[in-house]
């Protein structure tokens, strides 16, 4: 499985990006979707998963009611809409995968990654 993310940028604060993550394969509906991201010097965190079908999502708290996660799964591709960015919200974001039946959060949890993309959001 390979997954190749796109669509960061650089935008002012209280501007809006998409994410795409387009998965190589034949089986990507079979796969949970998560974004997660690395600020520098930080850890990486959790930001939104999906769940095979896409009837299930989950948020982290700092994005919440601002970014939406969601998949086409005849195109093979999670896309991460980001609204209402912040400064905060600048990293590098990175698609991931897990063949799975829950929607974990933990990036360990993960077999699969994307080489990441870089969002810069200015104040």
């Known amino acids: 499985v390979q997954l190749q993310a796109s669509g960061g940028g650089l935008m002012q604060a209280g501007g809006s990006l998409k994410l795409s993550c387009a998965v190589s394969?034949?089986?990507?509906?079979?796969?949970?979707m998560g974004w997660f991201r690395q600020a520098p010097g930080k850890e990486r965190e959790f930001v939104a998963a999906?769940?095979?079908?896409?009837?299930?999502?989950r948020y982290s708290d700092s994005v919440k009611g601002r970014f939406t996660i969601s998949r086409v799964n005849t195109k093979n591709t999670v896309y991460l809409q980001m609204n209402s960015l912040k400064p905060e919200d600048t990293a590098v974001y990175y698609c991931?995968?897990?063949?799975?039946?829950?929607?974990?959060?933990?990036?360990?949890?993960?077999?699969?990654w994307g080489q990441g993309t870089e969002v810069t959001v200015s104040s």
């Open positions: 394969g034949r089986t990507f509906s079979m796969y949970v």
């Open positions: 999906i769940n095979r079908s896409g009837g299930t999502t």
């Open positions: 991931a995968a897990v063949y799975s039946v829950v929607v974990p959060s933990t990036p360990t949890m993960y077999n699969y």
